[in-house]
Each structure stands twice: as C-alpha cells, then as structure tokens.
C-alpha cells in the first residue's frame, strides 16, 4: 500500500496539463461508446445473442449502458475518478474480450483497437490519477491548504 501511496503522490506532483486533456477525452469517447450502445440496443442485443448471453443479455446490456454512462462522466469532470475507473474495466475489458472472441475482426476496421487503447488508459489513469484539472483535484487541493482565520461577524 505505501508503493501505491508514494507512487499516486509522485504522480500528483509531476502532471502535466495536457494528461488531463487526455482523461476529459477518455471520459467523453466512452459516454459517447455508452450512447452507441442506447442508438444502436438491437444490434448490441443481437451479439450478446449470439455470444449465448441469452439469459443475461437484457441485464448486461442495462449494466454497460447505465454504468458506462455513468462513470464516464465521472472521469471526465475528474470525481472519485479511480473508482469510476475501477468500475469501466469490467466494462472495456468484457468489449475487449467480446470483440476478439466474435471471429469478426478486421485489423484495419475493428473496435478491437479501439477498445485496447481505452482498456490502457483505464489502466494508466488508475494508476496516475485525475490530475490537477479535476474535482479531486480541487478537493484535495482545498484540503491541503491551510486554513485561515474565520471572519469576524
């Protein structure tokens, strides 16, 4: 736990402001992957199928969609962003698996690439942490400082 404090502490003090682009950006692709899933629920549906997820295809599908969504936004405004992070690989990892299990892929035209990257940068920003251009940023932040003198009424 210390290797994981000290390594999130170094972190905190040596990131620049374009890895928070990158973070914002991570969160809108996949709000913008949970959104497909909302436009496109049939053909979502219809994989799940035919990967025998018969049972589970409804609730799996209600789970990606809500929790996608959900924590997407979280680590693009950058709160409790390892936690909404630890909750996407479940997510990114299962499309990871899905995807490469279906015989479907083409290297050129593939969500498999696409799914990877995001699966790494889950993996980095888990690690690295949202960065000062965040809510926890501003929270920690605001926790640190010391505080002043109350104003007198």
């Known amino acids: 736990m210390k290797a994981f404090d000290s390594m999130t502490s170094w972190a905190d003090a ?7 682009i990158l973070r914002i950006l991570l969160g809108v692709v ?15 549906l219809q994989i799940l199928h035919d990967n025998h997820f018969d049972f589970f295809s409804l ?3 209600h789970y990606v969609i809500i929790f996608q ?11 409790i962003t390892r936690i ?12 990871v698996i899905l995807i490469a299990t279906t015989g479907s892929f083409a290297p050129m035209s ?20 949202p960065g000062p251009l965040s809510i926890d940023g501003v929270l920690r932040k605001r926790k640190t400082m010391p505080q002043g003198k109350p104003l007198a009424s």
């Open 84 to 95: 909404a992070i630890a909750a996407q690989f479940p997510i990114v990892l299962g499309a």
């Open 14 to 20: 040596h990131h620049p402001k374009w890895l928070d």
């Open 59 to 61: 609730l799996i599908l």
């Open 110 to 129: 593939s969500d498999l690439w696409l799914a990877v990257i995001l699966l790494f940068l889950l993996v980095f920003f888990f690690i690295y942490g």
């Open 69 to 79: 969504m959900a924590h997407s936004l979280l680590i693009a405004v950058g709160l």
């Open 30 to 44: 996949l709000f913008l992957k949970g959104l497909s899933f909302i436009l496109d629920k049939e053909t979502t």
